[in-house]
T-cell receptor
Framework: NAGVTQTPKFRILKIGQSMTLQCTQD?????MYWYRQDPGMGLKLIYY???????DKGEVPNGYNVSRSTTEDFPLRLELAAPSQTSVYFC???????????????FGEGSRLTVL | AQSVTQLDSQVPVFEEAPVELRCNYS??????LFWYVQYPNQGLQLLLK??????LVKGINGFEAEFNKSQTSFHLRKPSVHISDTAEYFC????????????FGTGTQLKVEL
């Protein structure tokens, strides 16, 4: 059982470039999330989705976009990369709706992005 | 809006000694509380959670936490730590009906030394 898979694990971007971080889960979870982790800051929610076709902004959405065309996939797009987007990005998913409020998020191993 | 405070950014402790990692939260409504652990270069995994019921919650790897509503705290404890417990620990909070959107604290780095 693969769980939550993120690609790529590492990437270096130049200022102004664009890229997409891929996230896929094989647990049939309705809810999916993107967080960014910065040293000493904990994790901040960028975007989340409660099901295919439904997305919403989290705490720090500026500079990012998401889509959710299938239950399994939740890609995060960075447009016009900036040094402030240097971070470790984590995708997570959680149980189907009726069990959604259990708090257990399943995390991927992270994608480390550097913008120079 | 809810928030979480982890006052200790780093906690050094000797192996087999007890440890307590502190977490305080603020919220205008009832909350669910969680501790997650992150080992180096890995994602986060759930250690334990409080949703309702008994205020003393037991988790994996011998950890436990106590929910104290009057103190708005959810401190994590382990009576005897092992080298393998070296990791970063995050306290998190969510609101019932909030779609599992977790608000995380800034994390506490636990370093277990011989």
């Amino acid at each position: 059982n693969a769980g939550v898979t993120q690609t790529p694990k590492f990437r270096i971007l130049k200022i102004g470039q664009s890229m997409t971080l891929q996230c896929t889960q094989d647990m049939n979870h309705n809810y999916m999330y993107w967080y960014r982790q910065d040293p000493g800051m904990g994790l901040k929610l960028i975007y989340y989705s409660v099901g295919a076709g439904i997305t919403d902004k989290g705490e720090v959405p500026n500079g990012y976009n998401v889509s959710r065309s299938t239950t399994e996939d939740f890609p995060l797009r960075l447009e016009l990369a900036a040094p402030s987007q240097t971070s470790v990005y984590f995708c997570a998913s959680s149980y189907p709706y009726l069990l959604a409020n259990t708090g257990e998020l399943f995390f991927g191993e992270g994608s480390r992005l550097t913008v120079l | 809006a809810q928030s979480v405070t982890q006052l200790d950014s780093q906690v050094p402790v000797f192996e087999e000694a007890p440890v307590e990692l502190r977490c305080n939260y603020s919220s205008s409504v009832s909350v669910y509380l969680f501790w997650y652990v992150q080992y180096p270069n890995q994602g986060l995994q759930l250690l334990l959670k409080y949703l309702s019921g008994s205020t003393l919650v037991k988790g994996i790897n011998g950890f436990e936490a106590e929910f104290n509503k009057s103190q708005t705290s959810f401190h994590l404890r382990k009576p005897s730590v092992h080298i393998s417990d070296t990791a970063e620990y995050f306290c998190a909070v969510s609101e019932p009906g909030g779609g599992n959107k977790l608000t995380f604290g800034t994390g506490t780095q636990l370093k277990v030394e011989l």
